[in-house]
């Protein structure tokens, strides 16, 4: 059993956007999810985040034993609802503006995070995710994974965030997995 960790500490490597927006995403370094109105509340937004792990050594068809996402959430509002996707790619790229963010394909796999508090770590089983992801045709050991997280509802106000990185600031990835043993020929000489 081989264990991945990583900690989010590159610039763009977490980001977030508002939804239909563009040019440009809207921070880097953060992740930053929101629901609300704008002015007289007849346009709805909501902001959502992606979380970029790199260089993953998990081959394709790979055992995974568990996956967690796990965010400390530095600041809170109201009562957010999020769910969080993979990058539904094989090999998942830096979110360069708003409307990539918007109009990533996300996997069928996703899950609803559950409550957030402040000042605690957020562990998201993604383990059905990671599955997905990995199991796609052009997956390879050393691609990229992306979470993306999206306001699925709530009231105007309700946000969640975190800045990185700092020490008990992070955005951190854990996966027990198993790769696939290469197969031995046995020949038998008489």
Same mark, same amino acid.
């Given at each position: 059993m081989?264990?991945?960790?990583?900690?989010?500490?590159?610039?763009?490597?977490?980001?977030?956007?508002?939804?239909? =927006?563009?040019?440009?995403?809207? #921070?880097?370094?953060?992740?930053?999810?929101?629901?609300?109105?704008?002015?007289? #509340?007849?346009? =709805?937004?909501?902001?959502a985040?992606? &979380?970029?792990?790199?260089? &993953?050594?998990?081959?394709?068809?790979?055992?995974?034993?568990?996956a967690? &996402?796990s965010?400390?959430?530095?600041? /809170?509002?109201?009562?957010?609802?999020? &769910?969080?996707?993979?990058?539904?790619?094989?090999?998942?790229?830096?979110?360069?503006?708003?409307?990539d963010?918007?109009?990533r394909?996300?996997?069928?796999?996703?899950?609803?995070?559950?409550?957030?508090?402040?000042?605690?770590?957020?562990?998201?089983?993604?383990?059905?995710?990671?599955? =997905?992801?990995?199991?796609?045709?052009?997956?390879?050991?050393?691609?990229?994974?992306?979470?993306?997280?999206y306001?699925?509802? #709530?009231?105007?106000?309700?946000?969640? /965030?975190?800045?990185?990185?700092?020490?008990?600031?992070?955005?951190?990835?854990?996966? =027990?997995?198993?790769n696939?043993?290469? #197969?031995?020929?046995?020949?038998?000489?008489?």
């Open positions: 081989s264990t991945f960790n990583q900690s989010i500490t590159a610039t763009n490597n977490a980001c977030f956007w508002l939804y239909d =927006e563009d040019p440009g995403v809207q #921070g880097s370094n953060k992740f930053y999810v929101q629901h609300g109105y704008t002015g007289t #509340g007849n346009y =709805e937004y909501g902001y985040s992606g &979380l970029r792990f790199t260089s &993953l050594p998990i081959t394709k068809g790979a055992i995974i034993t568990s967690t &996402l965010i400390w959430i530095k600041l /809170q509002s109201g009562s957010p609802v999020t &769910l969080c996707f993979g990058d539904d790619a094989d090999n998942s790229a830096l979110i360069s503006s708003a409307y963010g918007s109009t394909v996300r996997t069928t796999a996703n899950v609803d995070p559950g409550t957030y508090v402040v000042t605690e770590t957020k562990n998201i089983n993604v383990k059905g995710i990671v599955e =997905e992801i990995i199991a796609r045709t052009g997956w390879a050991a050393g691609n990229a994974m992306q979470f993306l997280i306001s699925t509802g #709530g009231v105007a106000g309700d946000y969640v /965030q975190n800045d990185v990185p700092t020490t008990n600031d992070y955005l951190a990835l854990a996966i =027990e997995y198993q696939p043993t290469k #197969g031995r020929t046995n020949i038998m000489i008489f």
